[in-house]
């Protein structure tokens, strides 16, 4: 044997083991190699084609492993340098389609000639990715009818995921309820068709199916969070629909609280708690519009959801006044679905103090006499005070728009503020014209119109145009009231239609009026003219002398006897000062009947003068009398000075100075 031949046997014994060791790490169809096996297989595979150039098994299972090992960057390389004739046009579709670039992968599976299942699983879901959601129902429905597989309850799942998109109630898949992502997908479809009661229900028992059965599948609290925190923040969103604003609020805190690792599911739940603030708690919003807009959301959110977002983010910048914020961020929104970006942007300059400029923003716009335009227009012009800019903006509008109620009403009062009532007589004649050669004098909201219209014009004296809007509101509205008021407005202009209309009315007569009613209400002749009415189905008192039996005896008052004093004279007066005390009382100190007053039995002090002094020589040691002295000759020199006349207290003459006498020690000089 030659030694070419032993190194050709040796060769293939060794490539066959090889290939032994790459079956054996995956034995059966059933069984899931994990990351680490496919590294392996990559391996072997390199050292069988370092064996055999020429081996395509090799370099088609090399293929497989990258993809499975997430190494579509490295497969790529390899498919592009491929020299192997090898249909591998899915593995390169499937790498685009992992790259996050749905394009290519479309534009590979394009090229298939003859496509399997596998490749129209493919192309759904990069339908689904690149947003054709109708196309990419088509090929699931497809799928389904042609195939019949274990694959079939993911099949529906991914379906019923696409007519949630959609939104059409002929297409919704809401009947399959096998697994829990299913029931979350029946309650998206009725959530995306607007009933959002069903949708409530079918979202709860959605969470305590995933509960249940991450339970069963011995999963922990905190994967059980993370797995139904997708329903929860979706169960939300159909509370807050209702108006539930609180609840939808408590459960989105309760989410964000878990802290899902999901980036998607943290920026939807937070841009939610963004439209429940609204223009109120701005610090929150604030910080929870940073938690929505963050990087790699391209991936994990559809364009409608970010474009919602970065709408609110501009919106938020237009409640702080943030103009060039706010430009700025609406600058970045796409014109075709975010069609009031002037607005938001006369809104931030409207919230600044600069209405002219919001003003002429608005009047910039390509279609200037839109109704939401002047109406916006007016509106700021009204909040900066400007009522004569205000007005001749909204009367711009439309004469089916300007004579609706509403917008009618405000013109009137602008009119009345500047005490132009001219004007709001001929607005109100224009408005009753116009409504009677269009047809919509008949609408139900114009009914006030017609009845206000009467009652300015009666006050304004032009009855006879009051009383083409009486006959209107007649029309409309036949009542009584109506046909008297008629009568009033013919009366001032024309006596004949007005007997005539005042036949209409119903005859008067005295019966009619119930007399006992107006003298119970009438205030003004005192509380003793109210006669009480008895409450229905209350039992009636019985008349006096109508029947003995039901008489009622009335309790006679005892009357008490007056107690007089003993020393009593009726003949003559009583003493006036008998409620005084009898020490405040004037006369005798000493009277009939009194208690006489005690003596002072206390005799005067006699002053000695000072301690340590005699008493001759007190008046030496006195200096009042020399400095009284010294003053009245300072007085003599002076001019004099006419002395007021002491008042009525001063006549009394001096008081006395009370001398306090002291107990013990010696005086301090």
Known sequence: MSKKGGDKGGK?????ILYKELAALRPSSDFEPSTEDYEKAIKVCNKLLNLDQSDSTAFHCKIVAMVQA????????????SKYDLDLQFEAAYCHYRLNDPHKAMKVLDGVIVPQVKHSELRAQVLYRLEQYENCFSVYRDIIKSSDDKYETERKTNLSAVTAQLGDKAKMVVDETDTFEQRYNAGCNYASVGDYEKAEKVLVQAEKAARNFLEEDEAGEDEILEETGIIKVQLGFVMQKQGRDKEAQTIYNQVLKNKPSDIGLVAVASNNLLTINKDQNIFDSKKRIKSATVEGLELKLTSKQRGAIARNNALLAMFTAQVDLCKELVSSLDSATVPDKDLIIAGALSKAGKHSEAVSTLMTRTNPDHPLTLLTCGQIQLTAGQLAEATDTLSQLTPDWKYRVGVLSTLVCLHLAMD????AAELLKAAVEWNKKSGSAKSSGMAIVWRKTA?????SGEAQVAAESLEELQKLEPGLSTLAQLVLAYARFDLTKALAVSKKLPPFSAGSVEVDSLESGSWAMG???????PRPGGEKTPKTGTDDAMLVNKKKKQK???RLPKNYNPNTDPDPERWLPKRERTGLKYMPGYRKPRKDKRKAEKFTGAQGTDQG????FDYSNKIAGVKDAAAKQASPVPEPAPGPRLQKGPGRTQTK???GGKNKF
Request: one cysteine or more.
């Open 12 to 16: 293939e014994k060794e490539i066959s």
């Open 420 to 423: 132009d009532r001219q004007a």
């Open 560 to 562: 008490k006897k007056k």
């Open 661 to 663: 006498k002291k107990k």
């Open 70 to 81: 997430g190494k579509f960057t490295d497969c790529l390389k390899q498919l592009e340098n």
């Open 455 to 459: 009652e300015f014009h009666l006050k």
């Open 527 to 533: 509380a003793k003219q109210f006669k009480k009415t």
């Open 617 to 620: 020589k007190s008046e030496i």
